[in-house]
């Protein structure tokens, strides 16, 4: 069986899934005739169906002059098996410009300061990398023994948009950080 240890994201006003504060927004960038280079809209998108009740369909064109694939919604609408212009579902996202070298770490913000999980554990995360420039995403797992270790790194995307990442892993004990 499978159970929900912790579970984050950033639709509420003060909503926040980490210790630090991040930039909170709904996008990052505009529809041009560039591949984006920043999310343009939030990971529900492609996790809750739009307004008709269905799910976007992506990758799709935007515009036939646009050679590239978008897996976004443009400006709040997408297209659906039913309607090409469909209500996206809305929601927010944390943002965080990188550069090369650039490094910051954020732990996961709980109730009692860590999860209250061990043994074999399930980490489901979603992410927007951009392609320009080199970055690098590490998931870092601390015991309550003070025991650090790296359980997932991430260097690029499969494609221009959210992308899902699973990661299992083993926890020593109840506590420990992400």
Known sequence: TTQVLYQ??????????????????QAVGVVSGLVPNGALSDVSSITKPTANGEMCILPYKVLSTYNWDMYFCNKGFC?????????????????????NSNKR??????????????????????YYMGNVGQKI??????EVSGESVIIDSVTSSPFNGWAMHR??????APGYKV
């Open 8 to 25: 984050c994201n950033f639709d509420g006003l003060a909503d926040t899934c980490f210790t630090t504060t991040i930039l909170m927004t």
């Open 79 to 99: 297209p659906t098996a039913s309607n090409p212009n469909s209500t996206c579902a809305t929601g927010r996202f944390g943002t965080l410009p990188l550069a």
């Open 105 to 126: 770490e954020f732990q996961l913000k709980t109730e009692t300061g860590g999860v209250n999980g061990k043994d074999q554990q399930c980490l489901t995360y979603y």
């Open 137 to 142: 995403i590490e998931i870092r797992k601390e």
């Open 167 to 172: 990661v299992s892993f083993n926890a020593e």
